[in-house]
């Protein structure tokens, strides 16, 4: 016969169990670790700040004297660099992993001004193997560290994609270098000058043990559109109408593969080949009589988006120094609410059938 007592059936409170909660903490006031230890651990989570026994004491001063030395240094954990075990998803080889905008003051040689420092941007990276999880990404800076005090050319890049392309044990390797270039530029008739800034970035690319060195030149200028020219003169002759046409800030990415061999393609060469195909180049210092020189060299040169990029290819084609090469260009309308875009490829290095989605807006001039 099984007996019942009322106060065992009944359902405990929310006060009843607020007061056994209390009594709890009140008796781990006095407890010692190892009781503590020993409660259930539910029990123990409702404790403030309860911990095992065996939790260590942990210093809270930063050890400034501390040394690391060789047989410490070896036994810290190194996850990226572990076995393939810890391969997270498809063991799948990786074309590019490394950093990216690490910036460092570097070296340049002028075509006629002796050297520039100027601060840069570098991208390094590496292709990683599929049975590899991962590689030490401070080695990419290590390695450009190590060489960038010296004055700079494509020579110490490839110096430095050769460290650490050894140290990554990579079979393919990649830098790209991103740099603002000054050059003084003369307005057109008042005599003023003044710095024009260029986007350039270098690029020594290694893939199937062929190397390629690449320019890449952001030449901003100004596009008339021939159309529009035509009708402001037909309005002029036929109706006495008073009518401008449109221009707009444009701008043109011009990359560009090295031949081995050849004489230095200066950065100031390939701006000159991009004014000698289009010379209607943004102006620095303008005076009214620069203004209106602007006015009649865009109208001595419109050009519509396809002439762009047949007038750059024309030079670059002319250019024993220069591969394989490719023109990106936009014109940003004054017309339209859209642009007008255009690419042409010559050889394989830049030949695609895809289109980067963000291309063309990366093209947009800031100053």
Known sequence: ?????????????ERQAEEALAVLRRWAVHASDTEIAALDPELRALLPEA????????????P???????????????L????????????????????SNFRLPIRYHTRDNGDLMLETSVTGTVSLDAEKKGI????????????????????????????????????????????????????????LSGYQY??????????????RKIVHLDYVYSSTCPCSLELSEHARMMRGQLATPHSQRSVARVSVVLEPGQECL???DLIGLCRNAVPTETQVMVKREDEQAFAELNAANPIFVEDAARLFCEQMQNDPRIGDFRVIASHQESLHSHDAVSVLTEGETFASASIDPKMFASLFHVG
């Open 198 to 211: 260029y986007d350039i970035a270098l690029e020594l690319i290694e893939q199937n043990g062929v190397r």
């Open 1 to 13: 016969m099984n007996i019942h007592t009322p106060e065992l059936d009944q359902q405990p409170t």
């Open 80 to 99: 990226q660099n572990g076995p393939s075990s810890l391969i997270r998803g498809a063991r799948k080889q990786i074309q590019h992993v490394g950093i």
């Open 136 to 191: 030490n990404m401070s080695r990419i800076m290590r390695s450009f560290y190590k060489h960038a005090d010296e004055t700079f050319s494509f020579e110490v890049i490839e110096a430095a994609l050769d460290d650490y392309k050894s140290d990554l044990q990579s079979f393919d390797a990649r830098i790209q270098m991103r740099l603002s270039y000054p050059v003084k530029v003369e307005s057109l008739r008042s005599g």
């Open 64 to 78: 400034q004297d501390f040394a690391v030395d060789a047989e410490y240094r070896a036994d810290l954990p190194d």
């Open 266 to 268: 200066w950065f100031e």
């Open 51 to 62: 911990r095992p026994v065996d939790y260590p004491v942990l210093s809270r001063v930063y």
